[in-house]
């Protein structure tokens, strides 16, 4: 009988989902784990969170000790990039020239980052972008107080950023394009919460304003100019506008894209022997092709992808789900706000959560420390109930009693 051999491309969240459930699944064929990066798979929230603090050492990023991938029989390839997916002869090319044989091809090569407006800020040496380690070392030397910072982008990693130059006493400014932060993730009364938040503590947030050139002295940025006029000082610049999904390999390989590697309820590409998870893939959810850059998704996507590889036929089933700390707030998010026409305050004593509906239906909670109401509100969404409105306004109301109401 053949042997399966999976290959992975890639070293992340995704990848390590997939190849540890296999082998809980008692899956005995070979796994091999294709990493672009010189490290073995570790967790990326750390990065713009408690690591550029420095109170999370390297080592605990990891997601699994070195020696789990030897006692569980995972090879794991590391600083070798896949450069070529060879449908017709099932084979991985790495750009060191060797090839690999695969009987089922999983790519969990996430995304990568948006780059700088206008210029190839590459070539600047206080010019940064926050997606791996290797950055996240970088940037982490630039925290000094007193220095000057712009981020580029208020989403929730410009934000956590600034939050942590901020506390290090770093005058810190961000400026985002649209009309205001975080449109694209959460709605306007979580974006106007953190506002207020940053605004006393000193951040500025300049919304619906735009980088239109960034001038500098040989490699250096000084300052940058914004479409409004405004001329901000720089020692500093972080570029954090958001990241696409690596899908280049899968294109080459003429794979369907659309969003992302396309990927049906098994998280099959368009070629049944090779799956896509994580950042990279975008799958049907309510009539469009979605992507989800979330740790939990990666989680799900590489389980589902192990089942399905072991011969237990799963379908995906999204449960969207976020968290985020800026200051002294942590925020979680359950569901997807999308398409809201009606959004609840409930506020119980210093807890704060955003209840998100299209009309009746339960959509999104946004909730700031308060895990209690994180916690029912995501099963309330997962099981598909939808308390009253009313009920959630009155703050007499324990909501776990929501989720036995009919
Ligand atoms: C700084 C930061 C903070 C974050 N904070 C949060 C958070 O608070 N909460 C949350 O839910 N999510 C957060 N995320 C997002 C989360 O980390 C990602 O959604 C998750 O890591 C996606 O997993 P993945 O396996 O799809 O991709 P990744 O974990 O990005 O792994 C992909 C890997 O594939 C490798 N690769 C790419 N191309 C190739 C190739 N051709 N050959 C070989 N290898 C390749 C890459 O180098 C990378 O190591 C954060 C991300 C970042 C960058």
Known sequence: MMIEKIVIIGGGQASISCASQLRSLSFNGEICMVCEENYYPYQRPPLSKKFLTGHFHEERLLLKK?????????????SKKATKIDRDNKKVHLQSGEKIDYTKLVIAIGSKAKKAPLSDSDNYSNAFYL??????????????????????????????VASICSSFGMHTTVVEGAERILKRVAGEPTAAYFREIFSIRGVKIIENDFVKKINNIESEVTNVELASGR????????????????????KDAQLQIENGIKVNERLETSDPSIYAAGDCASFNHKGRCLRLESVGNAIDQ???????????????????????????????????CDGFTDIIERKVKDK?????????????????????????????IEEKKSPKKEILRDINFDIKDALSLK
């Open 352 to 380: 704060v959560s955003f209840w998100y509906y299209k009309e009746e239906i339960l959509l999104a909670v946004d909730s700031f420390n308060d895990p209690y109401s994180y916690m029912i509100g995501k099963r309330l």
């Open 302 to 336: 590489g389980q589902t992808v192990a089942l399905n590889i072991a011969g237990n036929r799963t379908n995906f089933n999204a449960k969207p789900w976020f968290w985020t700390e800026q200051f002294d707030q942590k925020l979680q998010i359950a569901g997807i």
């Open 66 to 78: 070195i020696d789990y991938y030897k006692t569980n029989n995972i090879q794991v390839l590391l």
């Open 131 to 160: 997606r791996n380690l290797h950055d996240a070392r970088i940037l982490k030397n630039q925290l000094h107080t007193g220095k000057k910072i712009l981020i580029i982008g208020g989403g929730y990693l410009g934000l956590e």
């Open 231 to 250: 001329l901000i000082d720089v020692d500093a610049l972080l570029v954090a506008t958001g990241g696409y999904p690596e899908v280049d390999l899968a």
